[in-house]
């Protein structure tokens, strides 16, 4: 079993950043950890994703502007987010892949508005 915790979500303005954390109550067995977010009315989708060799891929929509990034020390993986935009206004959360299951953070709100 694996906790993920999320923090760093908030209010920011258009061309504002932020930094999201993702704490895991455990690493073990981990394959990869990733960003996915989901805007009212709309699909969850990928944002990033590292894996356990340090592999990472976003997605289309990121066009340089987020980088993901981990500090296996602490258990934690954070998604620096700049250049944020209106669109960008979702609920953001973390999930971690270990074996055959899927884990699941509880979600924390971005909203990008002036």
């Known amino acids: 079993q694996v906790q993920l915790v999320e923090s760093g979500g908030g209010l920011v303005q258009p061309g504002g950043s932020l930094r999201l954390s993702c704490t895991a109550s455990?690493?073990?067995?981990?394959?990869?950890m990733g960003w996915y977010r989901q805007a009212p009315g709309k699909e969850r989708e990928l944002v990033a994703r590292?894996?356990?060799?340090?592999?990472?891929n976003y997605g289309d929509f990121v066009k340089g502007r987020f980088t993901i990034s981990r500090d296996t020390a602490e258990n934690t993986m954070y998604l620096q987010m700049n250049s944020l935009k209106s669109e960008d206004t979702a609920v953001y959360y973390c999930n971690a892949v270990q074996g055959f299951r899927i884990y699941w953070g509880q979600g924390t709100e971005v909203t990008v508005s002036s």
């Open positions: 590292v894996t356990r060799t340090g592999y990472t």
């Open positions: 455990t690493i073990s067995s981990i394959l990869e």
